[in-house]
C-alpha cells in the first residue's frame, strides 16, 4: 500500500528566509504521480504541481521549485524568500498507476511571520 | 467562475440530523469524488464517481450516501449525523483515467459542517 510522510509538521520561519518543505512517499508502483497542494487559511485546496514517477527533473515556477529523487523516494518542496501570503498547509500527495484517487501526507504547516 | 463549487460551505446542525452538501464542476471532467479532512488536516478519500457510477467507497458508513444525477454533479447525503461526522467535506474531480495515466484531482474549497 501507498504511503505518504511529511515529517515536518510545522515549520516557522520569517519573510524573506528560503524554506524546504520535506514528503516522502512509499509505493511498490514503478509508475505513480506525485503532487503538491496549498491549503492556506482560508480553506481550499489549491494545487501546486503533479510529477510523474519519470520525470526526475526538478521544476522551478516562480519562487517555489520541486525536487524528486527516486532514489530516496522523495519529492521535496522548496519557497525560496518566502513570504507572508505563504503562510499555509502544504499536502505532498500520491496516486499510483491505474488510480485515480490521491494518498496524502498529513502536512506541513509553514508560518511565515513579517 | 469556480470550477469546483460546493454548497452549503458552512453547516451546523444537531446530532440526528439528516443533511446533504451539493457539488457541481464545470470543467467537464469525468470523475468526481468526496474527500474527508478531520480535525487534525488528515485528508482521506471517501468516494469516487466515474460517469456516474461508484468506482471507490472507502470504508464509509452507509449512513453517507453519495448521489451522481449527472457527471457534473455528486451530491453527499448524510444520514443520522454522529458528532464524529464534524470534518471538513471536500467535493473534487478530475479528467477520466486514461490507460492508468492519472490526472489533476482539482477541488471545491470545502464544506464546514459541525455537528453538535
Known amino acids: 500500500a501507498q504511503k505518504v510522510t511529511q515529517a515536518q509538521t510545522e515549520i516557522s520561519v520569517v519573510e524573506k528566509e528560503d524554506v524546504t518543505l520535506d514528503c516522502v512517499y512509499e509505493?511498490?508502483?514503478?509508475?505513480?504521480?506525485l503532487f503538491w497542494y496549498k491549503q492556506p487559511p482560508s480553506g481550499e485546496l489549491v494545487f501546486l504541481i503533479r510529477?510523474?514517477?519519470?520525470?526526475?527533473q526538478n521544476e522551478i515556477s516562480g519562487r517555489y521549485s520541486w525536487n524528486f529523487q527516486k532514489s530516496t523516494s522523495s519529492f521535496n518542496f522548496t519557497i525560496t524568500a518566502s513570504q507572508v501570503v505563504d503562510s499555509a498547509v502544504y499536502f505532498c500527495a500520491l496516486s499510483e498507476w491505474g488510480y485515480s484517487t490521491l494518498t496524502f501526507g498529513k502536512g506541513t504547516m509553514l508560518l511565515v511571520s513579517p | 467562475d469556480t470550477a469546483v463549487s460546493q454548497t452549503p460551505k458552512y453547516l451546523v446542525t444537531q446530532m440526528g440530523n439528516d443533511k446533504s452538501i451539493k457539488c457541481e464542476q464545470n470543467l467537464g471532467h469525468d470523475t468526481m469524488y468526496w474527500y474527508k479532512q478531520d480535525s487534525k488536516k488528515f485528508l482521506k478519500i471517501m468516494f469516487s464517481?466515474?460517469?456516474?457510477?461508484?468506482?471507490i467507497n472507502e470504508t464509509v458508513p452507509n449512513r453517507f450516501s453519495p448521489k451522481s444525477p449527472d457527471k457534473a454533479h455528486l451530491n453527499l447525503h448524510i444520514n443520522s449525523l454522529e458528532l464524529g461526522d464534524s470534518a471538513v467535506y471536500f467535493c473534487a474531480s478530475s479528467q477520466d483515467l486514461t490507460g492508468g495515466f492519472s490526472y489533476t484531482i482539482y477541488f471545491g474549497e470545502g464544506s464546514w459542517l459541525t455537528v453538535v
Open positions: 509505493t511498490r508502483d514503478t509508475t505513480y504521480y
Open positions: 464517481y466515474n460517469n456516474k457510477e461508484l468506482i
Open positions: 510529477r510523474n514517477s519519470f520525470d526526475e
